[in-house]
């Protein structure tokens, strides 16, 4: 069950947290793994712990904001992989800070990557996925999409705009056999949040991680590979009757909070 043997996955911000927790499931489970990120090294490190286990990998240096860039990466992976089925839209940047703390720049940075990346990428892999018989994309959304959370202004934006693209990329591509969801964790555990606290709680690291920890109703942050194993039911076979939905994995942060 639930085997993706021989499938082409393409994984942006696959370098670190949710993204190479995805790309090493996806790799455990047979498929064909391409990492892409923004930081080569990264994607590097992360294609080293697969290719341990003797699975199929490959990582492409992109930034997800540059058309050209990414035109170019998708097409050099459908000429070497003949085909692409699975895109997970995961390269993402976080900003902290209300409308008033937004400049005009961080708006700007937020929407090139969060909005902007997941349109160049979903775009040049549907037109591939329309050549074969069908493909699953998954766009990872946020909480904050659904949401109001305390300044978050600008980061909340791009990921409201992640679920309405998941949207309209599943009404669109029905009779193509293309699926399109999207996952909404909360706060997840990633080096993201180790960086926050290290320079923003130097002092106290461990009572503030417990602090962001009890802001979800189950008591503790999700794992990078709790996503990851959601993230793969949606792309598998056993999933071909979902499409157009998102899902939050959130410790009953959207339900449970009062």
């Known amino acids: 069950m639930f085997s993706l043997s021989k499938k082409v996955a393409v994984v942006t911000g696959g370098g670190s947290g949710i993204g190479q927790a995805i790309c090493q499931r996806f790799a455990a489970s047979g498929a064909i793994v391409y990492v892409l990120d923004v930081n080569l090294t990264a994607a590097r490190e992360t294609a080293a712990a697969i290719t341990a286990d003797g699975s199929q990998v490959f990582t492409e240096t992109v ?118 969801n999207s996952i909404s964790p909360a706060r997840v555990h990633t080096p993201f949040v180790d960086g926050y606290l290290a320079n923003n709680y130097p002092d106290k690291i461990e009572e503030m991680f417990a602090t962001l920890s009890k802001t979800q109703p189950i008591g503790r942050m999700g794992k990078p590979a709790e996503i990851a194993a959601l993230c793969h039911y949606l792309c598998s076979d056993e999933a071909a009757f979902i499409t157009g939905t998102d899902y939050p994995i959130d410790g009953g942060f959207i339900r449970l909070n009062t």
């Open 63 to 180: 930034d997800v904001a540059i058309q050209k860039d990414v035109r170019a990466t998708f097409r050099h992976i459908h000429e070497q992989a003949g085909r692409i089925d699975i895109l997970i839209n995961n390269a993402g940047i976080a900003h902290i800070g209300n409308v008033e703390e937004t400049t005009e720049s961080d708006f700007e940075r937020i929407f090139q990557v969060n909005v902007k990346g997941i349109y160049n990428c979903a775009r040049e892999a549907v037109s591939i996925m329309k050549q074969q018989d069908g493909g699953v994309i998954i766009n990872l959304a946020s909480i904050a999409g659904s949401l109001g959370i305390p300044d978050r202004f600008a980061y909340s934006m791009s990921k409201g705009a992640v679920l309405s693209m998941t949207y309209s990329l599943a009404r669109d591509y029905l009779q193509d056999n293309i699926r399109c």
